[in-house]
């Protein structure tokens, strides 16, 4: 009884009282630390929050991508910063992963006007998140494709995820887990942009398991254009879609890409150059490269030997 009253007020005041970023913050917080009383709390509740400078997102207090950006102002701080770096005015910018469309919308900014994003993000929920944030913010250089990214063009079943990580719906059934689905159109990056003449500057990928996949549908545009690519790879997603940590890197590998894996550097992340066989490359965010890599964005020890190259 007593938790369905603390629930009820505290579900009253946030729908019917304007909440500031740091009340929301607040309650964030708060509903992470008493699982017990704020479970599967929130569905309903929405702020609007400013995610970049002169950028607002609407996010919701369930969604663990939405309620961090919340809580902290930011997402994934590591690959912001070397979006950041990486990406100017006029380049091209592929996220093939959009979700709710935190990347593209700071890469929007980074282009410019002249620049030009590509975002591909095929969950439903996802993407009408995604699409309103682009017409709230009035941006007119992110292109939305409504499909997912492969090796090939075909009808696949999407299994969603529950509203606590809507991003983690895959390709790839997580058997421990009983969820809905949705069928999705996937096509090929190579087919697709084709038709666009542009060459990506960098392209990101978290595909929940589907990252090799989707290499393979971008080949010609990896070994013709040479873009930065950063990956989630996680041994365990891909292995759901029968491919595996070491094929990837083969394929990049074969390509001519180098690959880097996140390390702390004094409390900052950098980028250092690992091989196949490290185990830091079967769990983790990588960045693959065939260009040489800004040396801020390196860590010590490998700047400290590009120099002397």
């Known amino acids: 009884m007593f938790k369905q009253l ?5 579900h009253f005041r946030l729908r019917r009282f304007p909440v500031g970023r740091n009340e929301a913050a607040f309650w964030t917080r708060t509903f992470s630390r008493y699982p017990s009383v704020f479970r ?22 369930r969604d663990r991508i939405q309620k961090t950006i919340i809580a902290t102002g930011k997402w994934d701080p590591h690959t912001a ?21 935190y990347f593209s919308l700071l890469a929007s900014q980074l282009v410019g006007p002249t620049g030009r994003v590509f975002a591909f993000e095929p969950s439903l929920r996802a993407l009408a998140r995604l699409t309103d944030h682009l017409e709230r913010n009035r941006i007119r250089n992110v292109l939305v494709a409504a499909c997912g990214l492969a090796d090939r063009r075909a009808l696949l079943t999407l299994h969603r995820a ?27 990056l190579d087919d697709y942009i084709a038709e666009f003449e542009v060459v990506p500057r960098v392209i990101k990928i978290d595909v929940e398991g589907a990252e090799l996949l989707a290499l393979r549908g971008m080949e010609n545009t990896l070994r013709n254009g040479s873009p930065f690519v950063l990956c989630e ?19 990049m590998r074969d390509l001519g890409y180098q690959c ?19 185990e830091r490359g079967s769990d983790a965010d990588l960045l693959f490269a065939k260009q040489d890599v800004p040396a801020s964005l390196l860590h010590l020890s490998s700047a400290r030997t590009a120099s002397t190259t």
Do not use: H
């Open 6 to 10: 603390v629930r009820a007020l505290v």
């Open 40 to 61: 599967n709390f929130g569905a309903d509740l929405e702020i609007e929050a400013e995610a970049f400078p002169g950028i607002t997102m609407r996010l919701g207090y």
């Open 233 to 251: 790879v996680i041994e365990t997603y891909l292995a759901r879609l029968d491919c595996s940590a070491a094929e990837l890197f083969e394929f």
């Open 260 to 278: 880097f894996a996140a390390v702390d550097e004094n409390g900052q992340a950098k980028w250092q150059p690992i091989d196949a066989a490290d």
């Open 162 to 188: 529950d509203d606590g990580n809507i991003g983690k719906s895959s390709l790839g059934l997580d058997t421990s887990e009983t969820c809905e689905s949705e069928t999705i159109q996937t096509v090929r």
């Open 81 to 101: 910063d070397t979006l950041r770096t990486l990406l100017s005015s006029g380049d091209t910018f592929v996220d093939v992963g959009a979700n709710v469309g």
